[in-house]
């Protein structure tokens, strides 16, 4: 490619920033402030729950699997658990904002989820799978998924 050509996309594209009402760096009034807060705090706690793991891991002499420790075993569904909930929750709280959701959605959601992942962090025992805290938490979970999906829904359909 030559850098002609280059130039003439890269002004293009500006075109297209400014016909959209953006600025040179794509920035406008739908940037995701909201969500991209929650999903800062979450990737702070991804990051604690898996050194949480790799802590153990470190420590026992296991590189794959649990390798029969039970505590080793549970760290590692408190991360999993939060990583098989959390990203989807998030990029639905990602599209309410991109639609134009309300901060009130957002937030309701966001600390819905934060309360639930943190319940069922605590909550998630080796020895008693009814606990308390872990009920709470997957349903608070299920719910935050609930508020966003309805957010979405209310956009694009009220």
């Not at 706690?45 to 296991?62: K, P, Q």
């Not at 039970?70 to 990203?87: C, I, S, Y």
């Not at 309300?102 to 309360?115: C, F, K, M, R």
């Not at 308390?132 to 009220?158: D, E």
Request: charged fraction near 10%; aromatic fraction near 4%.
């Amino acid at each position: 490619m030559s850098i002609g050509v280059g130039v003439i996309r890269l002004t293009t594209v500006h075109s297209h920033f400014a016909a959209h009402g953006l600025n040179r760096k794509g920035k406008n009034m739908m940037t995701p402030a909201i969500t991209a807060l929650y999903a800062i705090v979450f990737t702070v706690l991804m990051i604690a729950l898996s050194t949480h793991v790799t802590m153990l891991r470190a420590s026992a002499g296991i590189s794959i699997n649990d390798g029969g420790n039970k505590e080793l075993a549970l760290r590692m569904r408190r991360h999993g658990n939060f990583v098989e909930n959390v990203p989807m929750i998030v990029l639905l709280m990602l599209l309410a904002e991109l639609l134009g959701s309300g901060a009130l959605w957002l937030h309701a959601a966001g600390l819905l989820l934060l309360l639930g992942r943190v319940m069922h962090a605590v909550g998630l025992q080796h020895d008693n799978a009814k606990t308390l805290l872990r009920i709470l938490g997957g349903m608070l979970t299920k719910l935050a998924a609930l508020v966003a999906a309805v957010a979405i829904l209310w956009r694009i359909y009220a």
